[in-house]
């Protein structure tokens, strides 16, 4: 079994920070008549307000696609419910055999659903397709330290680091990156369209996909031939039916249409359902963060813009970060659901340290309008400056509306700017925002796994998944070490500069740190295995 060095259960110390779960005392549920399997203890219906972006790998690096993808996909890596170890699935075993070479060894006789053999040529190709593909929706910046991958046999696979004693490589392979696609079905140099995928039935995990609507109803079939780690699901058919409003949602789950629900229910929903004498809550830990992204190229004073000054975009990402007041967007938006951020890694984990604290605002966290005031005159800005602020309404959950609304108020009571605040859906605002479309933007972060690392590399790098045109090459330096440093102490000391630095920069501004919102109906069992560290909604899991 390979261990993931930082599991989170290591930072399960969370304080103030929780999953909610919350199970309704509902009837059996038929998923609004969408449910057709009754083995394995029944059908699952799954409620989401979220989006797929696509359904090729190659090309989404999102939340709501890889729901659906860890169900339909086989991964070499992968985490039992209830842990953070990665350890071989579809593969019989994986480990290091020198400091740069990993290497896998495919159980024998695997195959895709639609009857191709599944070898180690396809784990090549799917590798090989994501960073030549480099998709800007796509995850390849996760394989920033991968130099080849080779088939050595039909079952042997070596994968050839860059630099040795990677950390974290191990769990990568778990994460969006991981997908096995079938080379026989999906195109080398461009993302394949989702209809096309579902039609080709490439699926090797514990479901396959037996009808799609995008964004609208997916249902899913139980796989006899995936031999994984995960094993047979608890059910033979899933369903993931998807919605446009939280409160619909939150409807469903009231009136027993829906078996579980997840992301995103708004904090005012679920303290409502917590009052329901028929809810029960549940809590865990998470490590999600909400933040502001700053496109260095549009921002106002960025390097393309007609009033191109380094020195003064730096003091308007600064000036942001003295005025806005995170306690009060936690407590009156999210009742505490969420908690202040001050880094650009989750609190909780090995080397995680707060340096926005300390850098901005009155140094305890709370704003400072007289700091604001002074790094703008230092830096020769005058007059309120206008910001383009962009947010997503329905990706990271109806409250982000009110999230929005509450940092325009206090970015403009402070006299010093002028918000153009507007919003777009998830299917348009994912490709938009690597295209220069908005200069100053709302992301969130859903960990891949439970290591700090996956709050930095993906961010900080060069080629980073955020296309925002930051670099520092001090700041790939200290990641790049930090990746490959064995000693705890000594790498979790690189983790804790790396922050800093980047906080000196403001690349991003962390704002809230906070979890997933699930609901469940009371005859489904297994709701508290969704909750677990390495971030997966597993719908195998669930059963009736």
Not at 16 to 36: E, K, M, Q, R
Not at 52 to 60: E, H, I, R, Y
Not at 169 to 197: C, H, Q, R, W, Y
Request: net charge negative.
């Amino acid at each position: 079994m390979i261990k993931s060095t930082t599991a989170l259960h290591r930072a399960i110390a969370l304080a103030g920070i929780s999953a909610l779960a919350l199970t309704a005392c509902t009837g059996p549920s038929g998923g609004g008549g969408t449910s057709t399997g009754s083995a394995g203890g029944g059908a699952i219906t799954f409620g989401t307000t979220d989006k797929v972006v696509t359904l090729d790998p190659a090309g989404s690096y999102d939340a709501g696609s890889f729901l659906v993808m860890n169900q339909v996909y086989p991964f070499l890596m992968n985490s039992k419910p209830g842990s953070a170890e990665v350890s071989p699935d579809i593969a019989e075993s994986a480990s290091f055999t020198s400091p740069t070479e990993f290497t896998v060894k495919l159980k024998p006789n695997l195959k895709f659903a639609n009857g191709h053999a599944l070898t180690a040529s396809d784990v090549k190709f799917s590798y090989d397709r994501v960073i030549k593909i480099n998709d800007p929706n796509g995850p390849a910046s996760l394989l920033s330290n991968l130099k080849s991958v080779e088939a050595k046999d039909d079952t042997t696979v070596v994968f050839t680091l860059k630099a040795g004693n990677d950390q974290v490589f191990p769990s990568v392979l778990g994460t969006n990156t991981g997908p096995i696609v079938d080379e026989e079905v999906f195109p080398a140099d461009k993302v394949m369209s989702d209809e096309d995928i579902v039609a080709a039935k490439p699926f090797a995990g514990p479901y396959t996909i037996d009808s799609y609507k995008k964004n609208e109803l997916v249902s899913l079939k139980s796989n006899p031939d995936y031999s994984g780690l995960l094993g047979k699901p608890s059910n033979d058919n899933a369903v993931i039916k998807y919605y446009a409003d939280s409160n619909n949602l939150k409807l469903d789950v009231q009136g027993g249409n829906i078996d579980v629900a997840g992301r995103s229910l708004t904090a005012t929903d679920a303290a409502d359902l917590g009052k329901d004498s028929k809810v029960k809550v549940y809590k865990g830990p998470g490590g999600e963060l909400r933040y502001i992204v700053f496109n260095f190229d549009t921002m106002p004073f960025g390097a393309k813009t007609p009033e191109a000054n380094p020195a003064k975009a730096l003091a308007v990402r600064q000036a942001m970060a003295d005025i806005v007041d995170r306690q009060a967007i936690s407590d009156q938006v999210y009742k505490g659901t969420y908690v202040p951020a001050y880094s650009v890694v989750a609190d909780g984990l090995p080397g995680a340290i707060q340096p926005m604290k300390d850098l901005y605002g009155d140094g305890s966290g709370k704003p400072s309008l007289d700091k604001a005031k002074k790094v703008l005159s230092d830096a020769g800005i005058t007059g309120p400056v206008t910001v383009k602020l962009q947010y997503n309404p329905d990706h990271y959950g109806k409250s982000s509306g009110d999230e929005y609304a509450m940092v325009k108020e206090q970015l403009e009571k402070s006299g010093l700017f002028t918000v153009d605040l507007q919003s777009t859906e998830w299917v348009t605002y994912s490709k938009a925002r690597t295209s220069d479309a908005y200069p100053v933007y709302q992301l969130g972060w859903f960990p891949d796994y439970s290591d700090a690392d996956n709050y930095l590399t993906p961010f900080f790098i060069p080629g980073n998944f955020l296309k925002n045109h930051y670099e520092n090459p001090t700041v790939t330096d200290l990641i790049q070490k930090q990746l490959t440093t064995p000693d705890k102490t000594e790498r979790q000391k690189l983790i804790g500069d790396a922050q800093t630095a980047v906080a000196k920069d403001l690349s991003t501004l962390p704002l809230l740190q906070g979890s997933q919102l699930l609901v469940a109906g009371a005859d489904v069992k297994g709701v508290e295995k969704t909750l677990d560290p390495s971030f997966k909604t597993r719908l195998g899991v669930l059963s009736k």
